[in-house]
DNA sequence: ATGCAAATGCAAATCATTTGCATCTAAAAA
DNA sequence: TTTTTAGATGCAAATGATTTGCATTTGCAT
């Protein structure tokens, strides 16, 4: 495992859950996902390991959350965002991001420097918008 | 009090605490700011309070979170961000957000109906930079 | 193979937030 | 103004996500 990891059992299945999942997960939701499969894994480690994982950069918290639970999801390295649909929760991700500039503004403004930015955009997704639900 | 709510002492007091704050407020920052004034009030107040504010539309929660406690800010109907200091948590007010043209390119591309947005960003403000924490 | 630092399981602790319930109070009705 | 009552509050206990202490196990460097 790359980054000073020992490369364990929990580790390489909590990667793969993620790797496979289409949307953020929950602590939980990777924990359930994982006693489907082979080897049962304890919810701490689930957390302990995402904490190291996220202090290596290899996950990442989106912005939107489910309820009051953190999601994950694997840093691809790709930089995109969500967006949300406000009545089904469908979340659809969008492959690009014009915010360069705006970042450089914003740090000749206020002189901090910038290191990530998160976005989330919301609405209606226009399945919702024809059912108008 | 406007939006079919009593006009109580707490929810007055509460108001006037966001009202003057320069920055987004947890719910026990609310709490303990009120403390000092004359009246006492419950935590639970506080939180209650801040429920039917959100659902009534009075106050938000913007997207950075102080730990892990949602922080409130009233609604002013206007549109900004924050830019938040990974070191030290500093948080200040970003006036302008130029993404109005991001959001007709992504309706056109997603047929999404778009109807807010939520950024942040992160960095480490000059502050933090000087001191090299 | 051996030793050790790091990882894990388990149970208990933590901490923000919520809730049940008895009491109180703003404001509508009389 | 007094009465009425739905909604608001205080208090203590419950909840639920996340964290932590500690004993045990396991990668992996030597």
Redesign the interface.
């Known amino acids: 495992m790359s980054k000073g990891l020992k490369q364990t059992k929990s580790r390489l299945l909590i990667l793969d859950v993620l790797d496979k999942a289409d949307k953020p997960l929950t602590a939980e939701e990777i924990y359930w996902l994982i006693q489907n499969e082979e080897d049962p894994i304890n919810l701490s480690t689930v957390y302990r390991t995402l904490e190291v994982f996220l202090n290596k950069n290899i996950v990442q918290i989106p912005?939107m959350k489910d309820g009051n639970k953190a999601s994950y999801i694997l840093n691809r390295d790709e930089h995109h965002h969500y967006?949300v649909?406000?009545k089904c929760h469908t979340m659809?991700k969008?492959d690009f991001c014009?915010f360069d500039e705006?970042?450089k503004q914003?740090?000749q403004?206020?002189?901090?420097?910038?290191?990530?930015?998160?976005?989330?955009?919301?609405?209606?997704?226009?399945k919702c918008?024809r059912e108008r639900k």
């Open positions: 912005l967006l649909c406000d659809i969008i014009p705006f970042e914003v740090e403004l206020t002189s901090f420097t910038i290191l990530k930015h998160k976005l989330e955009l919301f609405g209606i997704c226009p918008q």
